[in-house]
């Protein structure tokens, strides 16, 4: 999650502080064990759960929980913690203005990310190694410590795309659920350099993304979803200026690539009751990310 995305949820937060009472909605319930479980409302309904809000004038806190899960979100003047507790491991996001810092635990690994806005950490452990990321200014430096390399790269690439899914579903449960008055329209949150999700169309199923700076090769870059649908460019260069749409659904069936087209599946990506679209590059990191 970009530093930005802090900034604009702490200026959400300020204005949510300003007001003495916020009723709370049980409706909430479902969107979070929908996310949680993996269950319809129907059988959400079955499964007793908990909410608890605790709303004063310096913090905002929030707790949804089930037999199968729980999810916290605490937020003060100067920083947000997001956690998330399942069975079988646990996650646990702080966010402030100077750093980002999301770290996944399980049983079998665990793995920490950390980013400012010139460095960003990624240590990965497993019982056969341990193996640290740094990059730094364009430059990147790798230590590994450990037995069986291969598996611990295989295992920590792994742990890297889990901890993402659950960073994702943290954030669903926060945009639908958590953070009251949050409208969802459409909205950039995250993009403040020159590539940037300037668009979606549900219905006809394209997203559109804009260069605003020097031509750049997209090779390797990503776009995905929240059912984690991931579209990963080729050899493709988006020119200083231009726009480029990637269609999917049923306009995949007449789509034909040039340099402002790509086609992207046969399948419907976007949801028509709202979604967010996820900019990684090759690296990983989120560039931007665009709800509606």
Same mark, same amino acid.
């Given at each position: %999650?970009?530093?930005?995305?802090?900034?604009?949820?702490?200026?959400?937060?300020?204005?949510?502080?300003?007001?003495?009472?916020?009723?709370?909605?049980?409706?909430?319930?479902?969107?979070?064990?929908?996310?949680?479980?993996?269950?319809?409302?129907?059988?959400?309904? $079955?499964?007793?759960?908990?909410?608890?809000?605790? #709303?004063? &004038?310096?913090? #905002? !806190?929030?707790?949804?929980?089930?037999? #199968?899960? +729980?999810?916290?979100?605490?937020?003060?003047?100067?920083?947000?913690?997001? !956690?998330?507790?399942?069975?079988?491991?646990?996650?646990?996001?702080? !966010?402030?203005?100077?750093?980002?810092?999301?770290?996944?635990?399980?049983?079998?690994?665990?793995?920490?990310?950390?980013?400012?806005?010139?460095?960003?950490?990624?240590?990965?452990?497993?019982?056969?190694?341990?193996?640290?990321?740094?990059?730094?200014?364009? !430059?990147?430096?790798?230590?590994?410590?450990?037995?069986?390399?291969?598996?611990?790269?295989?295992?920590?690439?792994?742990?890297? &795309?889990?901890?993402?899914?659950?960073?994702?579903? %943290?954030?669903?449960?926060? *945009?639908?659920?958590?953070?009251?008055? #949050?409208? /969802?329209?459409?909205?950039?949150?995250?993009?403040?350099?020159?590539?940037?999700?300037?668009?979606?169309? *549900? +219905?006809?199923?394209?997203?559109?993304? *804009?260069?605003?700076? *020097? &031509?750049?090769?997209?090779?390797?870059?990503?776009?995905?979803?929240?059912? /984690?649908?991931?579209?990963?460019?080729?050899?493709?260069?988006?020119?200083?200026?231009? $726009?480029?749409?990637?269609?999917?659904?049923?306009?995949?069936?007449?789509?034909?690539?040039?340099?402002?087209?790509?086609?992207?599946?046969?399948?419907?990506?976007?949801?028509? &009751?709202?979604?967010?679209?996820?900019?990684?590059?090759?690296?990983?990191?989120?560039?931007?990310?665009?709800?509606?």
């Amino acid at each position: %999650m970009a530093i930005t995305t802090l900034l604009l949820i702490g200026t959400i937060i300020a204005g949510i502080l300003a007001v003495p009472y916020i009723a709370s909605n049980l409706s909430d319930l479902k969107p979070t064990g929908r996310m949680l479980l993996n269950l319809n409302d129907t059988d959400i309904d $079955k499964i007793p759960t908990k909410s608890q809000k605790i #709303f004063t &004038s310096d913090k #905002f !806190e929030r707790t949804y929980e089930t037999a #199968f899960g +729980k999810v916290n979100f605490r937020v003060s003047s100067d920083k947000i913690i997001q !956690e998330l507790y399942k069975p079988d491991r646990t996650v646990i996001c702080t !966010e402030t203005p100077q750093e980002v810092e999301c770290k996944l635990i399980t049983k079998e690994y665990s793995i920490d990310i950390s980013q400012t806005s010139s460095k960003i950490i990624e240590k990965c452990t497993t019982p056969d190694g341990t193996l640290e990321k740094t990059k730094e200014n364009g !430059e990147i430096e790798e230590t590994f410590t450990g037995l069986n390399s291969d598996t611990v790269l295989s295992t920590c690439s792994n742990a890297k &795309s889990e901890l993402q899914r659950e960073m994702d579903i %943290m954030m669903q449960i926060r *945009e639908e659920t958590i953070i009251p008055g #949050f409208e /969802n329209n459409k909205t950039n949150t995250t993009g403040s350099g020159s590539i940037k999700i300037t668009d979606i169309d *549900e +219905k006809e199923e394209w997203i559109e993304i *804009e260069n605003d700076g *020097e &031509s750049i090769d997209l090779e390797g870059w990503r776009i995905s979803d929240l059912g /984690n649908h991931i579209y990963e460019f080729g050899q493709f260069t988006l020119n200083s200026g231009a $726009k480029v749409k990637i269609y999917s659904g049923d306009a995949y069936m007449s789509c034909s690539e040039d340099n402002e087209t790509l086609c992207w599946t046969g399948s419907k990506i976007w949801n028509d &009751s709202g979604d967010t679209a996820t900019l990684k590059d090759p690296d990983g990191i989120v560039i931007d990310t665009y709800s509606y």
